[in-house]
């Protein structure tokens, strides 16, 4: 089974441009979420979906930051505009449900860098 | 509010000797516990999980983790310490009701020597 893709895995940019992060979660898996590692923590959940309706977006900051999940597919994270303290590791997760015991497979990142 | 710790930033050992992994949590009630590894450049991989039953879970390349309830913790061990076992390591609590986000610790990054 093909596992969660992500794209781009490196991306470098300026503070106050925008940036979008896209993933592809594995085949018939009904939620997706999109998590931050910044250096040094763990992942910090941004925002949860459950097919293509929002369940939890309570950490997203909402005035620079933006999810879809159009289809309840396919999902993209756009950052606009980027501040320095957003330089972080951007993972995608998907799970077959919402349940605990369902497990999350996650993606391998993009790496964000703001200059 | 749950919330977990993982007291040791960084962890050295032999090749070929024991490890423990120290994990923390606070949650109200029974916590869904999991443990996961990041070698780098890489996303993270699911080593085990407990719900319930049988505190000692077995997962995979050769981990396994107690549940005590008493102590609120869940450490990882391993008998034989691999180099390729090199990378982060991160424990992680959720609720199956209310807000289901998994809540991360800090991680630990664990490093082999030969």
């Known amino acids: 089974e093909a596992g969660v893709a992500q794209s781009p895995r490196y991306k470098i940019i300026e503070k106050r441009q925008s940036v979008a992060f896209w993933c592809n979660p594995i085949s018939g898996h009904a939620t997706l979420y999109w998590y931050q590692q910044i250096l040094g923590q763990g992942p910090k959940l941004l925002i949860q979906?459950?097919?293509?309706?929002?369940?939890?977006d309570s950490q997203l900051p909402k005035d620079r930051f933006s999810a879809e999940r159009l289809k309840g597919v396919d999902s993209t994270l756009k950052i606009q505009p980027a501040k320095l303290e957003d330089s972080a590791v951007y993972l995608c997760?998907?799970?077959?449900?919402?349940?605990?015991?369902?497990?999350?497979?996650f993606g391998d990142g993009t790496r964000l860098s703001i200059l | 509010a749950q919330s977990v710790t993982q007291p040791d930033i960084h962890i050295t050992v032999s090749e070929g000797a024991s490890l423990e992994l120290r994990c923390n949590y606070s949650?109200?009630?029974?916590?869904?516990l999991f443990w996961y590894v990041q070698s780098p450049g890489q996303g993270l991989q699911l080593l085990l999980k407990y719900f319930s039953g049988d505190t000692l879970v077995q997962g995979i390349k050769g981990f396994e983790a107690e549940f005590k309830r008493s102590q609120s913790s869940f450490n990882l061990r391993k008998p034989s310490v691999h180099w390729s076992d090199a990378a982060e390591y991160f424990c992680a609590v959720r609720s199956d009701t209310g807000r289901r986000a998994l809540t991360f610790g800090s991680g630990t990054r664990l490093q082999v020597q030969p």
């Open positions: 997760a998907s799970s077959l449900g919402q349940r605990a015991y369902q497990p999350q497979h």
């Open positions: 949650y109200g009630a029974t916590p869904y």
């Open positions: 979906f459950q097919n293509n309706g929002v369940v939890d």
